[in-house]
């Protein structure tokens, strides 16, 4: 039997096999037909292809996918597609129209960040996985798109990785092609970089590969997903801070920034450990690439901890560009290839946090490793409970203090969730805003998000800043989701919806594909707490 990522994104003739029964079954059919009423609408035919792919809150293991280290994510509960021209479109006026030529090979210009690009991203990597796969979709065609959602922007939820996983998928499924879960992962975690973050996949990952009732550890190059089954006397309640975190417009000084002094990092520890300087430039990626050399000098100081040889070896006071220099023999912008994404984080850098940065990352590596451990050992389930909520705590104080990408809603908001009885607490996702994860014993979720309510979003929804009939779009329990997969309804032509940063699909009946008489596709994405969209070509 193929291993799970091995096998393409599931088809299903119903809706039950990915949501169940009862109230979220009902949920998800009276979301289905309102979108399919709302495509109606637009273009006047019904949808026929559903495709769907969740967002994710990610529990531990935070930056660190793009070093090459695990991460331990699930996928949330809630759900987030076009004549030679792209026209994207939204409901919501706050989003003006965008329009792009029908042109894979075109390059986004980053100067003008637009929110259509992340459209793009998707479109991109869809026709680089097909030429790579020497498959022949035929000429790009014309699509049309609007979109729609409830999906707070910057929550740290992966609504960007939704909306491109849900433009990938779409553009698939309506050109009647199926590609293996892992080689979607992959190609909307390499195509998202197009809008300028040099992002580690596991927002991608996670979103294609996740199976209801469990967590997933993802391991990468290659990518691959095992099961991790929580507790279930825990829930983790997922809260937005309301500070809205733009990881793409910001990247240079902050995602893109903490990529860039891993690197660094990760050089310079190279050359102190005995690579020459031009070897490590040249081979030296990520953190992981030298873990097998610091565990070597960690060793003759009787310890297994690769920290030991980043405490020993760089210094906590920031490092100049000048310094590093001089460490590497090489001007910076040689030594990072001279990518725009580093050249802009070099540009904004005053000095890079070496020590800091590399410490975050193995220190972080170990407690993604030492939570998959604790959830199988042969712990009770209150000390169960308990470690992993100390793991959770630990990790926050990594993420703020040493890899610096808290902010002070963030830090209210992670304290009160402890006050109030979260055996854990910490931000999820790239941060700087968004959201924070709190573990909760089951007993008691009713109550702590009420008092959570009180304690932090009372006062904001007095000031305005959100409206009361909305805060359960921003304060949820989840429990782990199943992943993306299309629907095959018999309708019509083609959709997506994502919700919580989740999104489906809605692909296309062939018999509507005449491109020879106009070559026309429609995509509409609703974009809910998640993505939806749909795909029609031009009568």
């Known amino acids: 039997m193929a291993k799970h990522e091995d096998r393409p994104i599931p088809v299903y003739s119903e809706l039950e096999p990915v949501y169940g029964s009862g109230s979220q079954l009902e949920e998800a059919r009276l979301r289905f037909d309102r979108v399919r009423a709302k495509f109606v609408e637009a273009f006047g035919h019904p949808p026929d292809v559903f495709a769907r792919s969740p967002g994710r809150v990610n529990l531990i293991g935070e930056h660190i996918d793009y070093e090459g280290y695990s991460v331990l994510p699930m996928a949330i509960r809630q759900d987030t597609i ?41 479109y991109k990597g869809f026709y680089e996985a097909a030429k790579s796969k020497g498959l022949d979709v035929g ?105 809205e975190s733009q990881k793409a417009v910001t990247a240079a000084t902050n995602y893109n920034n903490r990529v860039v002094e891993c690197r660094l990092a990760a050089i310079v520890l190279g050359i102190k450990l005995g690579m020459k300087p031009q070897e490590a430039i040249s081979k030296v990626q990520t953190l992981s690439d030298v873990e097998g050399l610091c ?15 980043v405490k020993e070896l760089l210094h906590e006071e920031p490092y100049t560009a000048e310094e590093i220099e001089i460490i590497t023999e090489e001007n910076l912008p040689s030594v990072l290839g001279h990518s725009p994404s580093s050249l802009a984080v070099l540009k904004a850098a005053q000095h890079f946090k070496l020590y800091q940065r590399a410490s975050h990352v193995y220190s972080e590596a170990k407690r993604v490793y030492a939570f998959k451990d604790t959830v199988s050992s042969n712990l009770s389930e209150d000390d169960m ?121 809605f692909g296309i009946n062939r018999r509507h594909l005449r491109v020879e008489e106009d070559p026309g596709l429609f995509v509409r994405f609703l974009w809910k707490v998640v993505v939806e969209v749909g795909i029609a070509i031009q009568k």
């Not at 792209?86 to 090979?105: F, H, Q, W």
Request: hydrophobic letters at 40%; charged letters at 20%; a negative charge.
């Open 139 to 243: 000429a790009p065609v014309s699509l049309d798109i609007i979109i729609d959602g409830t999906v707070p922007t910057g929550s740290g939820l992966s609504s960007s990785a939704a909306f491109v996983c849900s433009s990938t998928i779409a553009i698939m499924a309506v050109l009647g092609t199926n590609f293996p879960k892992k080689e979607v992962a992959q190609l909307t975690c390499e195509c998202e970089r197009h809008i300028g973050t040099q992002s580690g996949g596991m927002d991608q990952a996670i979103s294609v590969m996740a199976k209801p009732g469990f967590a997933e550890l993802i391991d990468f190059n290659p990518i691959r997903a095992t099961d991790v089954q929580l507790p279930a006397g825990g829930t983790f309640v997922i809260a937005h801070s309301l500070a």
């Open 385 to 505: 409970l308990k470690k992993l909520g100390d793991l959770m705590n630990e990790s926050h104080y990594s993420c703020s203090v040493l890899y610096e990408c808290s902010c002070p809603e963030l830090e209210e908001l992670v304290k009160a969730s402890r006050d109030n009885g979260a055996l854990g607490a910490r931000l999820t996702g790239a941060g700087w805003g968004g959201c924070a994860v709190a573990l909760v014993k089951e007993s008691i979720v009713p109550q702590f998000i009420l008092n959570l309510k009180e304690c932090f979003y009372q006062s904001r929804i007095d000031r305005g800043v959100i409206d009361k009939s909305d805060l359960g779009l921003y304060l949820f329990a989840s429990k782990p989701s199943s992943g993306a997969a299309i629907f095959n309804l018999g309708i019509a032509l083609a959709g997506i919806i994502c919700e919580n940063t989740s999104l489906e699909v």
């Open 295 to 309: 565990l070597s000098f960690a060793s003759k100081h009787d310890s297994s901890d690769p920290v030991v040889a």
């Open 82 to 122: 076009a004549k030679p021209l792209l026209r994207i479109g939204n409901v919501n006026d706050k989003y003006t129209m965008c329009s792009y030529p029908a042109d894979p090979e075109q390059e986004l210009d980053l100067e003008n960040h637009r929110w259509g690009h992340y459209f793009i991203c998707g």
